[in-house]
């Protein structure tokens, strides 16, 4: 009983003192707590250095250089060396002697076609021959008569008129045979198809034993050749950069495929409409092939531009690359160096680098970023 007691007046006491407690601090008059402390950070691209002057500094050097625009396109053909293969005779393909991708000569046979149209073609040369011959031999009996007075002129003149009427249709009928492709002396209901350029077959609409003619496929055409020793790479550029590019602008093309090769190339046309989703134009870019460029393969295109503009340059060892970005150390006053990010252009020669941006010719930066860094790493 006398514990329960003890225990009752403890508890009894805690109640108390917290109630007195928050009494306390809901009184004003008592005083708030201490309101938390904020410390302002330093600028992080800050950074100090005990000895300031064991690092050289050099000034960026100016650099007068053409504007350079990256772009990235794919290899297509020039539509003006592309060129159809056609039948003019309808018929059925019996034999094809080429394939899609093959490299073909000019005047090499690609397919043969088993056609009615010749044999339509030669009935009607021999009925013109033998129209011909019978006409000129009207003709010279009219003369013979018309000499004797047997006839009046104007007959001879009719006669005269029908053998050059026949002669005619004779002719017509000898080009019909040609533009089939069929001799007139050794007639032959098979067509042979040749090669019109040299080049590789980048289409093949036929296979053997179908149709080919415009009345029995709906197309003449059976394959398409393209001549690929000068091809186009199409690029996409936004908007903003048009004004950077001109026609006859030279420009660099680098293939993943081949990455120690470098082709040069032309822009031959700027497109004069906007994608409406992506805000970019078409621009072409002519380049002969020496063989490296195949259909559909995506390239680097760098475009030089006429006019120049003013960059920086510094040695190598004074740009970081950190985080797959750019950066160089400029003096901020006492002991402190600014870190500041720049874009990087080509490598130069003396081992420089050019900078397209982030610092000013003539702007100091530490020479030497490694040395830099490892101070600060031991400090």
Avoid at 250 to 259: E, K
Wanted: glycine share 6%; proline share 5%; hydrophobic share 40%.
């Amino acid at each position: 009983m006398k514990n329960k007691s003890i225990l009752f007046l403890t508890s009894f006491f805690l109640v108390s003192l917290s109630m007195v407690a928050c009494k306390k601090a809901s009184n004003p008059e008592d005083g708030a707590p201490p309101a938390a402390q904020v410390i302002k950070a330093g600028d992080p691209s800050l950074v100090s250095v005990d000895n300031a002057d064991q690092f050289a500094l050099i000034a960026a050097e100016k650099l007068e250089a053409p504007t350079r625009l990256k772009v990235t396109g794919s290899v297509l053909p020039d539509i003006s060396r592309e060129v159809p293969v056609i039948s003019l005779a309808n018929g059925r393909v019996i034999e094809i002697k080429a394939r899609l991708d093959d490299h073909v000569k000019k005047g090499e046979l690609l397919l043969k076609v088993q056609s009615p149209d010749i044999t339509n073609a030669f009935d009607t040369y021999l009925k013109a021959v033998n129209d011909e011959q019978l006409a000129n031999k009207a003709y010279e009996r009219a003369k013979k008569l018309y000499e004797h007075g047997a006839i009046s002129q104007s007959m001879l003149e009719q006669a005269e008129d029908s053998e050059r009427d026949a002669e005619a249709d004779k002719k017509a009928s000898e080009e019909q045979l040609n533009t089939l492709g069929v001799d007139k002396h050794h007639p032959s209901s098979i067509v042979p198809v040749y090669a019109p350029i040299s080049g590789v077959i980048v289409a093949q609409n036929v296979t053997n034993a179908a149709a080919l003619g415009a009345s029995l496929s709906g197309s003449p055409t059976a394959f398409t050749i393209a001549d690929l020793s000068r091809v186009w790479i199409v690029c996409d550029v936004y908007e903003n950069d048009i004004p950077k590019i001109a026609l006859g602008q030279s420009a660099q093309i680098q293939v993943n495929a081949y990455p120690d090769k470098t082709l040069t190339g032309r822009v031959s046309d700027i497109g004069p409409v906007l994608d409406p989703n992506l805000r970019t134009a078409k621009v072409r870019i002519e380049v002969a092939n020496p063989g490296l460029l195949r259909l559909g393969m995506y390239v680097n295109a760098t475009i030089e531009s006429k006019n120049k503009e003013s960059y920086a340059v510094v040695p190598a060892a004074a740009i970081l690359h950190l985080h797959d970005r750019d950066w160089v150390y400029i003096p901020a006053g006492g002991k402190q160096f600014k870190r500041v990010e720049v874009a990087a252009g080509e490598m130069l020669s003396g081992k420089r680098q050019q900078i397209l941006s982030g610092i000013a010719p003539g702007q100091q930066v530490v020479s030497n970023v490694l040395q830099l860094e490892s101070t600060l790493e031991a400090q």
